[in-house]
């Protein structure tokens, strides 16, 4: 199974000026753990996760107040829609991340999790669990 199986098609962009309730809001509205972070002074592609917005607001800055851009992880692991899950997977693993931009060549097309991930594995176990002899 490949990334363009799992991923999300579902890609919530922002920019750096936006405020950590503006993108928890959007990240919520939207039922993702992740937001593509477009920067176009620098012409760059970042991530914001919620982990990213819990470190903040839990060590006590002001949602209203803070920008994305502040906490915008810009050193990106990217994924092709044509990796396996496999390897989204030991990328993730690696890097200690849950999310990884899916690029092609027009740019993000996508967003795979682990979350993604173990739904895609989860029946394939289930059913090789069956096929074994008791």
Known sequence: MFVRDAM??????IGPAHTLRQSATLMSARR???AVVLDPDTCGVG???????????GG???PDRETAGSHTT?????????WTLEEAADAMANGG????????DT???????????????A???????????S
């Open 8 to 13: 999300s098609t579902v890609v919530l962009t």
């Open 32 to 34: 993702v753990g992740a």
């Open 47 to 57: 991530i914001i996760t919620e982990r990213d917005i819990l470190n903040a607001l």
């Open 60 to 62: 006590g800055l002001d």
């Open 74 to 82: 810009t050193d990106v692991v990217f994924a092709a829609p044509s």
């Open 97 to 104: 991340f849950r999310h990884l931009i899916v690029l092609d």
């Open 107 to 121: 740019g993000p097309v996508g967003v795979v999790s682990v979350r993604d991930i173990i739904r895609c594995w």
């Open 123 to 133: 029946p394939e176990r289930s059913e090789d669990a069956a096929l074994v002899p």
